[in-house]
């Protein structure tokens, strides 16, 4: 597994921008599709963002447009850009690594606190 730790939630307004940072602990980061997940209180967990090695880009439907995954392999680490945050944006933000052999997300950052006021 890869240790992962997401950092720069927070509150915002609505409207406003956050940019989530994943940083990866392991040497071959670059090889991994990475995600970004999210869950609201009482919500299942859902999948936002993914993003393979190779910097190919998928979006959930609801945040196609306003949000933007990518990733520096230089840096071991992953962002998620959003912007035009609305207030069902709020969530817990989770960072995932795809694993190799069972190509499953299994290795989870400890999530940060998005919050959106109206």
């Known amino acids: 597994q890869v240790q992962l730790v997401e950092s720069g939630g927070g509150l915002v307004q609505a409207g406003g921008s956050l940019r989530l940072s994943c940083a990866a602990s392991g040497r071959t980061f670059s090889s991994y599709h990475m995600g970004w997940f999210r869950q609201a209180p009482g919500k299942e967990r859902e999948f936002v963002a993914g993003i393979t090695y190779t910097a190919v880009t998928t979006y959930a439907s609801d945040v196609k447009g306003r949000f933007t995954i990518s990733r520096d392999n230089a840096k071991n680490t992953a962002y998620l850009q959003m912007n035009s945050l609305k207030p069902e944006d709020t969530a817990v933000y989770y960072c995932?690594?795809?694993?190799?052999?069972?190509?499953?997300?299994?290795?989870w950052g400890q999530g940060t606190q998005v919050t959106v006021s109206s």
């Open positions: 995932a690594a795809r694993n190799l052999v069972t190509l499953k997300y299994d290795s």
